[in-house]
């Protein structure tokens, strides 16, 4: 559904992404793993339509995202969860979901029942979103980007700064959406969390895709794991 | 009958000064806080709507109109179309070099020059009155004690217009309007999720070009707006624009940049000192005094006096 083909980035003078190539079907979580400063994020800015890509392609289901202006790529159902949260920090909660569902003019149904995965902001929906504790803010980003409808969500280290309840919350979450057909990119540093969502994996060096690898062949050969990150 | 009365004349001169100018401001800070561009044609866009408010009003007087009809058409119609002159600017002009800060003030420079140089071929060099819709005196009475009993003093010499109460009126239902908008509307949901994170407005399906030349007009509209409600008392003249540019520039400074509230209350504060001052002493010592504050709020309280936090 979503397909990355060799693409390149920079930032002014700055070449950071020099090939990435990698696919995505409906209803599969896939990770981008790779040390700091890979281009991880770079890849999502891209497809997201916030840097222009100097070279290569993104499509998904066809329609060509980097022909687009960056704000109609989320009204194709792309739902971005950036690093960092990135919140409206003095918007409420409830003006956050109201900026989410923005894009697709999604009903008040969609609304209640992203309120229903996230409980603990329904509580919350007149506080300002930086007053929020950490997971909350997280809970919120998320939230945000599923007011969309996604049929594709990308995931910038959503566990980052978390206590481990609170990525279990998270990793479950992840795990429904799956369940409702919607692709997910990942991006983790996490090995043991990615293990037990991803399907598959693509290794990012230096801006640069390596290999991609099934779930189920990186937990039986841990050695891609030292080869990229430097951990096993 | 001593201090009190004049005290009372200047706070209600200072109140059209504060009226007219925090229309002015808010349009400045909205701009800034939204797009992040210092709009050095600020005050150009204020001279547009006063002489924009004259070429109406006498078109309408010419041909035999009421005087209070053609004040009415141009307090609509003037801000319009500064507004639509500055958003087609924004989409020309400052959207193309990015809104890069130190282009965007050049930009800006000269589209101050343009429009004044404008204005004088075509309007040409004269100081041009536009008449009020309504403009009764009004004298206040005032009462004092003297040899232990209240007298009152009324009618007396000193009093203000019903155009003059009409301006405070009219800024206040326009500034509680912004107000409403940003706060409880959808646009102004966007305006403000675009003012705090671009790229993620962009990233939820704002789209963050058109928001910017819509803030863009409104900002200039608001000037306009400031300049037809100003044109009864003070005429309309190619080089206007000069002192409503510099007192927004202090206005925002002190007020904190991109802070509505804190536009208003500055306003409030320059705008009633300027009044009392420029009775009690000069108006030049009132400007000398607020360029002084804006000095020592850069120094001391960077982020304006009613700001919370610093620039970002
Ligand atoms: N706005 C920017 N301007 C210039 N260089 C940038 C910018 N953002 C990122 N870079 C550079 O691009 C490279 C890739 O950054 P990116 O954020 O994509 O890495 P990442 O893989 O997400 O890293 P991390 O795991 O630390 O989040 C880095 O070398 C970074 O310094
Ligand atoms: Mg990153």
């Known amino acids: 559904m979503l397909e990355v083909r060799d693409i390149s980035a920079a ?6 992404l020099r090939g990435v190539s990698f696919s995505l079907g409906a209803g599969e979580i896939m990770c981008l793993l790779g040390r700091n400063g890979a281009g991880k994020t770079t890849v999502m800015k891209c497809i997201m339509g916030l840097l222009p890509l100097s070279a290569g392609q993104i499509t998904l289901g066809g329609i060509a995202l980097d022909r687009l202006a960056a704000h109609e790529i989320s009204r194709h159902g792309v739902g971005y969860v950036p690093q960092g949260r990135r919140l409206f920090s003095e918007l409420t909660v409830a003006q956050n979901l109201e900026v989410g569902r923005l894009a697709r003019r999604s009903g008040p149904e969609v609304l209640d029942h992203v309120l229903g995965i996230f409980p603990r902001l329904a509580e ?58 919607v692709a997910v990119l990942l991006v983790e540093q996490r090995v043991d969390a990615v293990l037990s969502v991803a399907s598959r994996v693509t290794f990012v060096e230096n801006g640069q895709s390596r290999e991609a690898m099934d779930i189920e062949a990186l937990r039986a050969d841990r050695s891609a794991l030292v080869r990229y990150l430097g951990v096993q | 009958m001593e201090f009190g009365p004049y005290l009372m004349l200047a706070s209600l001169e200072g109140a059209v000064t504060t009226a007219v100018l925090s229309l002015t401001a808010v349009g400045l800070s909205l701009v800034f806080g939204v797009m ?106 005032w009462v004092e004690f003297a040899d232990g009993r209240p007298q009152i003093y009324w009618p007396w010499g000193f009093g203000t217009t019903t155009y003059k109460l009409g301006v405070i009126v009219a800024a206040a239902i326009v500034l509680l309007g912004v107000w409403f908008v940003m706060a409880r509307t959808r646009i102004g949901l966007i305006m403000r999720a675009t003012q705090l994170d671009r790229d993620m407005a962009l990233a939820f399906g704002i789209p963050v070009g058109r928001v910017y030349a819509f803030v863009f007009g409104l900002g200039a509209g608001l000037a306009a707006l400031a300049a037809v409600l100003v044109v009864p008392i003070q005429q309309a003249h190619y080089l206007m624009g000069g002192d409503p540019l510099l007192l927004s520039f202090i206005v925002v400074i002190i007020g904190g940049l991109g802070s509505l509230p804190g536009t208003v209350l500055a306003a409030l504060l320059i705008g009633m000192s300027d009044g009392i001052i420029s009775v009690f002493f000069s108006p030049t010592l009132a400007k000398i005094i607020a360029t002084l504050l804006v000095a020592l709020v850069l120094v001391f309280r960077p982020q304006g006096l009613f700001g919370t936090r610093a620039t970002r």
């Open chain 2, 36 to 141: 992040r561009v210092v709009n050095v044609a600020h005050g150009e866009f204020f001279m547009l709507g006063a002489v924009l408010a004259w070429w109406i009003a006498s078109a309408i007087g010419g041909m035999g109109g009421n005087p209070a009809l053609g004040f009415v058409i141009a307090l609509v119609l003037a801000p319009l179309v500064v507004g639509s002159i500055a958003a087609v600017a924004d989409l020309t002009i400052l959207s193309r070099i990015d809104y890069d800060p130190e282009r965007t003030i050049v930009a800006t420079i000269g589209l101050l020059y343009i429009m004044q140089q404008v204005t004088l071929m075509t309007y040409g060099p004269d100081a041009r009155p536009v008449e009020a819709p309504f403009n009764a005196r009004i004298a206040l009475p």
């Open chain 1, 124 to 181: 919350r929906l007149d506080q300002r979103a930086e007053t929020l504790s950490g997971g909350e803010q997280q809970m919120l980003a998320m939230a945000r980007a599923l007011c969309l409808e996604p049929r594709l969500l990308l995931l910038d280290e959503p566990t980052e700064g978390l206590q481990p309840s609170m990525i279990e919350a998270i990793r479950h979450v992840v795990l429904d959406v799956q369940a409702a057909g």
């Open chain 1, 11 to 16: 930032y002014g003078p700055v070449q950071v």
